[in-house]
């Protein structure tokens, strides 16, 4: 399976709503496959179909140490929510930057599995952490978005110098 490349902050691209998936089909379980294998191989825990230029409403996640507990969501939707935490978290959209963000500490979710069937998810502590950051991206919302100002703008800036600096290098090596 090819491995799907990343949209990375500040990409307009991340900021598109994506939009509710009406077929399930073998087309969308291939899709399912590379973003599970760009998701693994990042290594991230999470992954948003938006991050990979896919403008439709399906994430993956795997927390596991062992990579074998994958977890499919179509059209996911939180139906309950309880509880606060704050953890630092990171994102394969915004690499080498993490920051401290408030969500719900408990959540029940809904959605269609990788065969179109109906599931119900009840996740806590990270679990529930990755699916919301997650959804947030079906959203155009990354989890910078939750910073001042002028801690996005720093942010975006240290990526900018990074991509300038990764051009150079590759043009030296050219």
């Given at each position: 399976?090819?491995?799907?490349?990343?949209?990375?902050?500040?990409?307009?691209?991340?900021?598109?709503?994506?939009?509710?998936?009406?077929?399930?089909?073998?087309?969308?379980?291939?899709?399912?496959?590379?973003?599970?294998?760009?998701?693994?191989?990042?290594?991230?825990?999470?992954?948003?179909?938006?991050?990979?230029?896919?403008?439709?409403?399906?994430?993956?996640?795997?927390?596991?140490?062992?990579?074998?507990?994958?977890?499919?969501?179509?059209?996911?939707?939180?139906?309950?929510?309880e509880g606060v935490q704050?953890?630092?978290?990171?994102?394969?959209?915004?690499?080498?930057?993490?920051?401290?963000?408030?969500?719900?500490?408990?959540?029940?979710?809904?959605?269609?599995?990788?065969?179109?069937?109906?599931?119900?998810?009840?996740?806590?502590?990270?679990?529930?952490?990755?699916?919301?950051?997650?959804?947030?991206?079906?959203?155009?919302?990354?989890?910078?978005?939750?910073?001042?100002?002028?801690k996005r703008q720093m942010?975006r800036k240290k990526l900018?110098?990074?991509?300038?600096?990764?051009?150079?290098?590759?043009?030296?090596?050219?």
């Amino acid at each position: 399976m090819p491995k799907l490349q990343i949209l990375e902050f500040p990409d307009e691209r991340l900021r598109t709503k994506a939009a509710p998936i009406e077929v399930v089909d073998d087309a969308l379980r291939t899709l399912i496959g590379d973003m599970f294998e760009t998701m693994y191989d990042a290594p991230g825990i999470g992954l948003a179909a938006t991050q990979v230029d896919v403008h439709r409403q399906l994430l993956v996640a795997d927390v596991s140490e062992d990579h074998d507990e994958p977890i499919v969501l179509i059209n996911p939707q939180i139906i309950e929510r309880e509880g606060v935490q704050t953890c630092s978290e990171g994102c394969l959209s915004v690499p080498t930057i993490t920051a401290d963000i408030t969500r719900a500490e408990r959540i029940v979710v809904t959605g269609l599995n990788r065969n179109g069937e109906s599931i119900t998810i009840e996740a806590d502590d990270l679990l529930a952490v990755c699916i919301q950051h997650e959804m947030d991206h079906l959203q155009g919302k990354l989890f910078v978005d939750y910073l001042s100002p002028l801690k996005r703008q720093m942010v975006r800036k240290k990526l900018e110098k990074r991509a300038r600096l990764e051009r150079e290098t590759a043009e030296v090596s050219a």
